[in-house]
């Protein structure tokens, strides 16, 4: 008698379960055929019938029974070791604005669940700052100037970096605008960090009475994209739209210390290596689309 095969005796457990060969395939995602033949090798390995084949599917023999029942507990014995090897805290939920999740991150999520299967990120998409004791938050990326508050973590993933952008049609129509001052009589599409009006105020220029306002970065270009008007947005997020063609790049804003988005968590935190591997992955990640080219 030879040593059973351990994937044939989950097939055998499979089948034995659903008492037909279709479902344990579909069960273990396999073809029909290669779930029978393994359980036709464990037969003849074992020299004995494990079960009857019937018109409308499988039934256990007396000796399949009695088999099955130590190969079902031996199975749970593996699986349970095997799942106690894996790292604790493999999800993790991650907040971010609706803008920075439609206009970055969720077109490179996919890369990182390549690289990280074990890893399951949640997304948590809304405008408000997150809470990490009441929101079950454990890592935050957010638009701003550091420090961030007390207590936390940061990390800069990118600088602001603001542009004008606007849609190719609108561009030529404008014409080369050289100055923060050109801006003023034009068309100017702002969301609700109120960028331009901030701008226009810092540098002593007086604010136009109306700016077409929208609530999300995201809204904001999308709108500037279809000819609207002229958007101030942070370069990471406008990465690929220029590259697209849908935005073209009319005045970079040259200020130091604009600000930035920052990778927070709580500073009091336990090592997680889950969190660890994400933070490593979106800081190079961004580094990679701000490179030139």
Known sequence: MRQANLNALRMFDAAARQLNFRLAAEELNLTQGAVAQQVRRLEADLGLQLFY??????????????????????????????????????????????????????????????????????????????????????????????PLGEGLHVELLAPLALYAVCSPGLAEELGPIKRLEDFAMRPLIQDSHNL?????????????????????????????????????????????????????????????????YYVIYPGDRQANPARDALIHWLLTEARHSRAPG
Not at 92 to 109: G, N, Y
Not at 118 to 132: K, P, R, T, W, Y
Not at 208 to 224: G, I, K
Not at 226 to 240: D, F, K, S, V, Y
């Open 53 to 146: 084949r019937e018109a409308r599917g499988l039934a256990l023999t007396e000796v399949g029974r009695s088999y099955h029942a130590p190969v079902r507990r031996a199975l749970a014995i593996i699986d349970e070791a095997t799942q106690k090897l894996r790292p604790e805290n493999t999800r993790i939920t991650l907040s971010v604005t609706p803008s920075f999740a439609s206009k970055w991150l969720v077109p490179r999520l996919a890369a990182f669940a390549r690289a990280h299967p074990d890893i399951e990120v949640q997304i948590v998409a809304n405008e408000g700052l997150a809470n990490f004791q009441s929101d079950g938050v454990d890592l935050a990326i957010r638009q701003g100037r550091a």
């Open 196 to 260: 331009w009006a901030g701008l226009f105020e810092e540098a002593g220029i007086a604010v136009p009475r109306r700016f077409v306002q929208f609530n999300q970065t995201a809204l904001a270009m999308d709108a500037a994209a279809h000819g609207q008007g002229i958007a101030l947005a942070p370069r990471l997020l406008l990465n690929a739209e220029l590259e697209q063609g849908r935005l073209v790049e009319l005045w970079q804003d040259g200020r130091a210390n604009q600000g930035g």
